[in-house]
């Protein structure tokens, strides 16, 4: 089997065929600017606990690269004060 990302680039190079999307930005597409894996574990209610797994992946590109930087700079000082 496959792991999610891969089997999301596949899928993604089948709609990149179907919308005629060029070579060079199917390229760029499959190799994100920034990728994130985290592990959460959690106790459920019958006490066992299961770790749940969480991605994070930012491509490059946006017209605001750094805005994301700018909500987390206010929400810490919101924090702190």
Not at 46 to 73: A, E, I, K, M, T
């Given at each position: 089997?496959?792991?999610?990302?891969?089997?999301?680039?596949?899928?993604?190079?089948?709609?990149?065929?179907?919308?005629?999307?060029?070579?060079?930005?199917?390229?760029?597409?499959?190799?994100?600017?920034?990728?994130?894996?985290?592990?959460?574990?959690?106790?459920?209610?019958?006490?066992?606990?299961?770790?749940?797994?969480?991605?994070?992946?930012?491509?490059?590109?946006?017209?605001?690269?750094?805005?994301?930087l700018?909500?987390?700079?206010?929400?810490r000082?919101?924090?702190?004060?």
């Amino acid at each position: 089997m496959k792991d999610i990302f891969s089997d999301a680039q596949s899928r993604l190079d089948d709609v990149f065929h179907q919308v005629a999307v060029s070579d060079e930005i199917g390229e760029r597409l499959h190799h994100p600017k920034l990728s994130l894996a985290v592990s959460v574990p959690v106790r459920m209610d019958d006490g066992s606990l299961r770790v749940f797994q969480g991605y994070r992946v930012q491509f490059g590109g946006g017209s605001r690269p750094l805005s994301h930087l700018s909500r987390w700079r206010a929400m810490r000082l919101g924090l702190v004060s």
